[in-house]
């Protein structure tokens, strides 16, 4: 009898597992194709000299699963192409997008601006994201991927996003300290 409910905990496990991995696929999905909407209603000042539109992540399974939904899409005339970067220190001047998926890699990467703005779309999912600085933060609610935007943010690093865009999210301005 331990047996059976030995082998009955094991299967259930090994199915939410399953489960919570497919989850993740499907979050990754819909957030890669957030960002492409993004993309398409906003504007950058600089990195318009790139044959393609670069969205980078310091995350293995979000560039995997944004290079499969991102597939033959296209911004601008150019091909969108998902990248992946080992460490955030290294070259992303090219990136349009960046896609934070923790604080520690978003901390990374502020070290390498000297806090100077650059038109580079920052999206993350960190709890205090928005008030570090960033553009775009992906929440929960309801069981529904939502974000909030930082206009005044956008503002200051040169990008224009919709007005419309702004008004489907939810507007955070960032604390000042």
């Known amino acids: 009898m331990t047996y059976r409910v030995i082998l009955i905990i094991l299967l259930t496990v090994c199915t939410s597992l399953e489960a919570s991995a497919q989850t993740s696929q499907r979050e990754y999905a819909l957030k890669a194709g957030l960002m492409y909407y993004f993309a398409l209603y906003s504007s950058q000042t600089t990195n ?3 044959n393609n539109y ?3 992540s310091s995350s293995k399974s979000f560039v995997e699963i944004a290079t499969q939904t991102l ?3 296209k911004i601008e005339q150019r091909n969108v192409e998902v990248r992946y970067l080992q460490s955030l220190l290294e070259n992303n001047t090219s990136c349009h997008i960046i896609f934070f998926s923790d604080e520690k890699s978003y901390t ?3 070290t390498t601006l000297n806090n100077k703005p650059r038109s580079t ?4 999912e960190a709890s205090n ?3 570090a600085g960033g553009h775009i933060k992906f929440i929960h609610i309801g069981g529904k991927i939502r974000f909030e935007i930082n206009p005044e ?5 040169g ?5 419309k865009v702004i008004r489907l999210g939810k507007v955070k301005v960032r604390n000042k300290s």
């Open 108 to 110: 990374q990467y502020q």
């Open 48 to 50: 318009q000299n790139t």
């Open 129 to 131: 994201f928005i008030n």
């Open 121 to 124: 779309l920052l999206i993350g």
């Open 159 to 163: 990008i224009k996003i919709s007005s």
């Open 153 to 157: 943010q956008l503002e200051i690093s």
């Open 54 to 56: 670069i969205i980078c």
């Open 71 to 73: 597939l033959q899409k």
